[in-house]
């Protein structure tokens, strides 16, 4: 594979990843993800972000360097935006291989160098504003971007192109083959992307909305031409398009509008709680709102938070499990406050056996959550016909008030 030229002495490189590996350990990819480094060229090269060697991506790397008349060997400055190993972990590999090359992050970023990788020397610090002089007119500059999504991310500007490397920011998951750019792909491949896109934002940045959009306001002078994120497609026709949906994704959780639908999310033992969400829905249909549904533990919670995150209304169907909530739904919860799902309308349902408790601990685990809800409903065993029309009318007063926002 060959480096992709984003214009002139500057190159993308990247891997694509196909394993069954979880992303962070934690989010399946069933699409892959890319990892994306940059090469910059002035009188001296710049490397924007690494990698770990993964898949064999550091072979793929050095194929790529090579294409574009360089190696790692001839790196002078390796420049980390962010320091999660995924982009930073064959950087000892690196140093030994190339140990005149100076290594350029902000203080908290080099201070994971020394703490995390144990690497002491050709370290410098930069921070909000600082340039690096590549030479032969080529002028790189930094903006700090804390908390996108950990606290010593940076992002790096290229004037000359207008090309932002913004690593994790305005990524996604997907791997994208050998088409690299944004005007490379169909509109049903966009909207794949659009998915995939939301659902790493709900997954790796929503707890951190509120930084998303200071990023946003510091670097909205800039006369960005092309985005170049470190995982996902790269933006060089519609840069706007990846950057006001992260826009919108901030405001998901920050005080803006979620989209006018409902997420059902259900769980159930025997299936007693099962009838009541198929009643449930049953009030959405005959609004006319339209919603998704997950049932769990079957599906996987990345999947789960990601169309949550965007509704505007949930259903949290679950049965009493040993006195308290259904494990998997408090895992789910747990999630939500972690990722600052707040501000949503919700209703939440379900049966017990021998007594109740899910209620109780619900409504304990929502309290700072500053939810609009709908009383609960629960009910012993298999819910009665005054039980179900009940649920079935709770549904469609849920969707009503979607339709009102």
């Known amino acids: 594979m060959k480096a992709h030229s984003i214009c002139e002495n500057v190159f993308a490189i990247h891997a694509d990843i196909t394993t069954d590996t979880r992303f962070e350990g934690i989010w399946p990819i069933p699409h892959g993800v890319t990892l994306n480094s940059y090469v910059v060229k ?14 064999g991506s550091i072979a793929s790397f050095a194929e790529q360097l090579a294409s574009c008349g360089s190696s790692f060997e001839k790196i002078d400055y390796l420049i980390l935006n962010h320091l999660e190993p995924d982009h930073t972990a064959y950087i000892i590999e690196m140093k030994r291989r190339n140990p005149g ?4 992050s902000t203080p908290k970023g080099i201070a994971m160098v020394r703490n995390f990788f144990k690497i002491t020397e050709g370290l410098r610090e930069v921070k909000n504003g600082d340039t690096l002089d590549l030479g032969a007119g080529r002028i790189l500059t930094f903006f700090e971007t ?7 991310t940076m992002m790096t500007w290229d004037a000359t192109c207008g090309i932002l490397f913004s690593c994790d920011g305005f990524g996604s998951y997907g791997i994208v083959g050998d088409r690299v750019f944004d005007d490379e792909f169909s509109a049903d491949e966009h909207r794949f992307y659009e998915a995939e896109s939301l659902r790493y934002y709900s997954n790796i940045v929503a707890s951190f909305s509120s930084f998303v959009l200071k990023a946003l306001e510091k670097l909205g002078s800039l006369p960005v031409r092309v985005v170049a994120p470190s995982h996902g497609i790269i933006w060089r026709t519609n840069p706007t398009e990846i950057i006001t949906r992260y826009a919108k994704y901030a405001g998901y959780n920050t005080g803006a509008p979620c989209e006018k639908e409902i997420c059902v999310i259900w769980g159930s033992m025997y299936g007693y709680t099962k009838q009541g969400v198929d009643a449930v829905i049953e009030g959405i249909k005959a609004e006319g709102v339209p919603y998704t549904i997950h049932q769990i533990p079957d599906t996987d919670a990345s999947f789960v938070l990601a169309d949550a995150y965007k509704a505007a209304a949930l259903v949290l169907a679950m ?9 998997p739904m408090a895992h789910i919860l747990d999630l939500f406050e972690r990722k600052h799902f707040t501000g949503k309308k919700a209703f939440r349902l379900g049966s017990w056996g021998w007594v109740g408790g899910a209620k ?39 969707a009503r008030q979607v339709k009102e926002l």
């Open 42 to 55: 002035g009188a001296k090269t710049a490397l924007i972000d690494l990698a770990k060697d993964w898949e």
């Open 146 to 152: 804390p908390n996108i999504h950990w606290p010593e």
């Open 360 to 398: 109780k601990e619900y409504d304990a685990r929502i309290e700072g959550f500053k939810w609009e809800n709908l009383e609960s409903v629960e009910w012993q065993g298999v819910p009665s016909a005054a039980d179900l029309d009940l649920l079935k009318a709770r549904g469609a007063e849920l």
């Open 319 to 327: 049965p009493t499990y040993e006195y308290k909530m259904f494990p």
């Open 101 to 104: 090359m100076e290594i350029i």
